[in-house]
């Protein structure tokens, strides 16, 4: 049942992509997409670039590295060499996943609903929290305190693709409201060549989201603060065909419910708090070409209970304990899997030691009932906030227990899986205002070591997870930042190279034509630069993306061609009395290029988009 859905998020998923050092933030639509590693030391710049999101997912514009069916469709992500089922995301504090699958489907969460969006990756305070060894997401989608009550936002695009989107933030006292709604309606259209090399057009993949979130800030005293947050989402979409296929019948509905609470009580000498949220997801799917269909319903509550208190205002420390119950119902299934995880965690940070950095360590112990969860730790030294030089150093291990599907998939579930286990470390060196033309340059290195990585394999036809001996993903990562004033005008730049290795090094068995070679949809080399050009209430934008040759299976006898694209924004603001406007238009794949992110199913070519928002005080 949905077996196609299952051997993309699944089986492709588990090929590790490549990642970038966060530390890079772009506003789109006001939304700050802020890619950093969450370290005191290290500062965030920005670039508003005032782009109107069109079709393509926002990530499209980071250094982030995904896999996606189409504009819209199932859309993946993984970080520094992980798998996909080995990062996490986030929304408002709280880790949110499909729990079938063990993963998180990006394009669920529309850019447009978030007033904020933190890329990170492996150095940083959830990645224990999270369990997961990769990188995470976070969505912020809270109140803000803003001058704008009401925010109108509309794009359309030569592809018949169309955003619409309103804001409203109001105060009340001591309390924030906000509610925010969305409809997106997404298609692909494109160009290939069929099998006798004969160019042809079609449009699929079809997509229908309707989403709305209500959030709440209250502050009821000095020492109370009360958050609550709501989320319902309604996507339907296509399961598209590739170019192999005539026609595909596959759809897809994934609906959503999402509630959380957040309570703070403050202290003399610290701050308790505590985090619950419940968590309600369906996904139907059915296919009318050859009769599957299943319908899965998803049920999870977790709650979390901290302490943060400073000793001596050098040596801040926080204790946390969290619990989640996991329940799953789906006729995808024999029986109904659950699970209720509980963990203890600790993490503290020196003050200036030794006068040259501060030492932060995380401890965390998971409990479950069918597992002997060992403890995770991860340890980092770090400079002080330097005007000029900083760096860090960390160092962990990391463990992760099987997906549902995994172990109970009909008649592919493996229930004799080992969870993974490694290790990993990196460390960076930035340097800031070394030259009026350098703004900042950063260089980053990492090192991932995984054990029994769960990777689904096809033998003879048939789909089932095994455990991979040793998986090692290494490299390096490089950030240049300038800007500079040319009369009038105001330029941005923002350069990016990664460099990345991630190969199986012991052989699964006998003559395996892996070993040693670059694991599926990992490109070795990846480039991005943005360019951003303000004169008074114009800009001018570009985003150049580039990526190396990707190869499609473990023994490198297909691949995909290197992928070069260039998109260009143009846009006005206009004041008003009460208001102010933006107008946009946009070139996304501005030279034409014929490009995939999977393959045989292919991306847009050239679109043209038109975008406008208003802000009303």
């Known amino acids: 049942m949905y077996r196609q859905l299952l051997i993309f998020l699944i089986a492709f998923g588990l090929f590790p992509a490549v990642h970038s050092q966060e530390q890079w933030e772009i506003d789109l639509l006001e939304i700050s997409i802020n890619e950093r590693p969450l370290i005191d030391a290290f500062s965030s710049d920005s670039i508003n670039s005032d782009l109107i999101l069109s079709n393509f997912s926002p990530f499209y514009r980071t250094a982030l590295n995904f896999r996606e069916y189409s504009p819209g469709g199932i859309s993946i992500f993984s970080v520094r060499g992980s798998t996909a089922q080995q990062n996490a995301v986030f929304w408002n504090g709280f880790k949110i996943e499909n729990q079938m699958l063990g993963l998180t489907d990006i ?24 369990g997961k060894p990769g990188g995470t997401i976070h969505f912020n989608s809270r109140p803000q305190k803003n001058e704008e009550k009401l925010i ?83 996507t339907e979409r296509q399961i598209p065909p590739t170019i192999f296929q005539q026609r595909s019948e596959a759809e897809q509905t994934d609906r959503h419910f999402r509630n959380a609470l957040v309570l703070q009580k403050s202290f003399d000498k610290g701050v308790l708090e505590l985090r619950t949220a419940f968590l309600a997801e369906q996904l139907i799917y059915s296919d009318s070409l050859i009769q599957e269909f299943s319908n899965s ?30 329940k799953i119902r789906s006729d995808a299934y024999d029986n109904t899997p659950h ?4 963990f203890l965690s600790f993490s503290g940070k020196s003050g200036d030691l030794f006068s040259f950095g501060q030492l932060g360590i995380q401890l ?100 089932r997870p095994e455990n991979l001996s040793t998986v090692k993903a290494r490299g390096f990562e490089f950030r240049w930042h300038t800007e500079w004033m040319i009369s009038e005008v105001k330029v941005l730049s923002k350069l990016g190279y990664d460099f990345v290795l991630s190969e199986l ?9 892996a070993i040693n070679k670059q694991l599926p949809y990992i490109p070795k080399h990846s480039f991005i630069l943005e360019n951003v050009f303000q004169y008074r209430d114009w800009q001018l934008s ?46 996304y794949n501005a030279t034409n290029k014929s490009h995939f992110s999977v393959a045989n199913r292919p991306l847009p070519l050239r679109s043209f988009g038109l975008g406008a928002q208003i802000f009303i005080h």
């Open 152 to 234: 109108i936002s509309a794009f359309l695009d030569n592809n018949r693709n169309s955003s619409y989107q309103i804001n409203t933030n109001l105060k009340a006292g001591s309390t924030l409201f906000s509610i925010r709604a969305l409809s997106n309606q997404f298609s692909n259209r494109y160009s290939y060549l069929d099998l006798n090399n004969k160019n042809r057009k079609a449009e699929h993949a079809k997509l229908n989201q309707n989403s709305i979130i209500f959030s709440i800030i209250h502050q009821s005293s000095s020492n109370w603060k009360m958050s609550y947050d709501l989320w319902a989402q309604n």
């Open 505 to 513: 090094t012991k052989d699964r068995f006998p003559n395996d034509a």
């Open 339 to 342: 699970q209720s995880p509980f």
């Open 297 to 326: 319903r998803m049920l999870e509550w977790q709650s979390r209970l901290s302490y943060s208190l400073s000793i001596a205002s050098l040596f801040p420390i926080k204790v946390e304990s969290g619990l989640r119950n996991i």
């Open 107 to 130: 394009n669920l969460f529309p850019g447009q609903m978030f007033d904020q969006i933190y890329i990170n990756t492996s150095t940083e305070t959830s990645r224990l929290i999270n």
């Open 364 to 463: 965390k112990q998971e409990f479950n009932r069918d597992y002997s969860i060992p403890l995770t730790y991860q340890f980092q030294l770090s400079s002080m906030n330097k005007q000029l030089l900083n760096w860090f150093i960390t160092a962990g291990n990391h463990y992760r227990l099987p997906t549902f599907n995994d172990l109970y998939w009909p008649g592919s579930g493996n229930k004799q899986l080992f969870p993974e286990n490694g290790y990993q470390f990196d460390g960076s060196i930035q340097i800031n205002h070394l030259h009026p033309l350098l703004k900042q340059l950063e260089l980053t290195g990492f090192y991932r070591k995984t054990n029994n990585l769960i990777f689904w394999n096809n033998r003879q036809g048939s789909w």
């Open 542 to 587: 570009s985003h150049f993306r580039s990526l190396s040759t990707r190869y499609t299976n473990t023994d490198h006898s297909s691949s995909l061609e290197p992928n070069h694209l260039l998109d260009i924004s143009i846009s006005k603001s206009l004041d008003l009395n009460f208001m102010r406007c933006n107008l946009s238009l946009s070139v």
